[in-house]
């Protein structure tokens, strides 16, 4: 581990019949995140909308204080509630890539 915390992002994909309703994910979605994993150690999250030509239409970056911490979250109970939200905002399954930050500004 870096000692400077990790990253989750999970990033949504693009294809031609693919939906996103990013006012329930702002709104429900991430509000069932904060509550189910602040707790053990997501520190902020940054929701993006990716431009028209990329492979994603919409992405968040989570800061957690350590790879362990997102690996703690990730199998308590609550966990399962978070992923079965997805199907409410996504019609897709969502991509997750995780590491540990090694230089941040």
């Known amino acids: 581990m870096s000692g400077k915390g990790a990253t989750v992002t999970v990033m949504y994909p693009r294809t031609e019949n693919s ?3 990013v006012d329930y994910y702002t709104s429900t979605h991430m509000a069932l995140v904060w509550k189910a994993w602040s707790k053990f150690g997501l520190k ?3 929701v993006t909308k990716c431009t028209e030509d990329a492979p994603y239409t919409y992405t ?4 957690w204080e ?3 911490a997102f690996g703690k979250a990730a ?6 509630e978070v992923m079965d939200d997805v199907p409410n905002f996504s019609s897709e399954k969502p991509v997750v ?3 540990d930050v090694i230089d941040r500004s």
């Open 60 to 63: 968040v970056a989570m800061e």
């Open 44 to 46: 902020s999250y940054i």
């Open 97 to 99: 890539v995780t590491g």
């Open 19 to 21: 939906t996103f309703n």
């Open 75 to 80: 199998a308590e109970p609550s966990s399962k």
């Open 66 to 68: 350590s790879l362990a």
